[in-house]
């Protein structure tokens, strides 16, 4: 039973396209993140929602556009794809209350944009 | 800006020595620093966390250590197997925003 799953793992699509992943967390945690790892392997957050509430959003070109319809899933969304979002973009969850801060990792998407 | 270095981008070490990873960061040390392991096409895996009022922690096989004065940790594998290879990621936790900050990582390659 995958404790955070993504989908799709792999998504390959033209410039100025849209398209959307989607993440799904069973862990009961209250906090989800995006984080996009580029060709050098940099892991860099992107979004962080807090039951629901976006807390941190890193200067993220408006194309893209995160959405939790509730504390268990976070979506996202990217308009007008351009070759540099080709990227593996992992979903993570935590339990802010623990306060431990062990982020759990979906397996990635790997998005190729031609 | 708060900046992350692990200094080896690959290292390789022979099967049953002790593999040693380094994470060196800049400015504010943070609450927590945590490492994580990461295979080819999959996603990063927590292994262990280290407060700063910690000097070391131990886990099985792993040792991290954490010195705030230098502003560096140190990750150790002992008896050190082929299973092991893969690439470790340091990360800071500064328990102010619920942003954890990664390094970029260092790829591991334990020879038979």
């Known amino acids: 039973d995958t404790a955070v799953s993504q989908t799709p793992k792999y998504l390959v699509t033209q410039m100025g396209n849209d398209k959307s992943i989607k993440c799904e967390q069973n862990l009961g945690h209250d906090t989800m993140y995006w984080y996009k790892q580029d060709s050098k392997k940099f892991l860099k957050i992107m979004f962080s929602?807090?039951?629901?509430?976006?807390?941190i959003n890193e200067t993220v070109p408006n194309r893209f556009s995160p959405k939790s319809p509730d504390k268990a899933h976070l979506n996202l969304h990217i308009n007008s794809l351009e070759l540099g979002d080709s990227a593996v973009y992992f979903c993570?969850?935590?339990?802010?209350?623990?306060?431990?801060?062990?982020?759990?990792f979906g397996e990635g998407s790997r998005l190729t944009v031609l | 800006s708060q900046k992350i270095e692990q200094n080896s981008e690959a290292l390789n070490i022979q099967e049953g020595k002790t593999a040693t990873l380094t994470c060196n960061y800049t400015?504010?040390?943070?609450?927590?620093l945590q490492w994580y392991r990461q295979d080819p096409g999959r996603g990063p895996v927590f292994l262990l966390l280290i407060r700063e009022n910690e000097k070391e922690k131990r886990k099985e096989r792993l040792k991290v250590t954490f010195d705030t004065t230098l502003k560096q940790s140190l990750f150790h594998i002992t008896a050190s197997q082929p299973a092991d290879s893969a690439t470790y990621l340091c990360a800071l936790d500064f328990r102010t925003d619920d942003k954890i900050i990664f390094g970029k990582g260092t790829r591991l390659h334990i020879l038979p």
């Open positions: 400015n504010y040390s943070p609450a927590y």
């Open positions: 929602y807090n039951n629901k509430e976006l807390i």
């Open positions: 993570a969850s935590s339990q802010a209350a623990t306060r431990t801060g062990e982020l759990f």
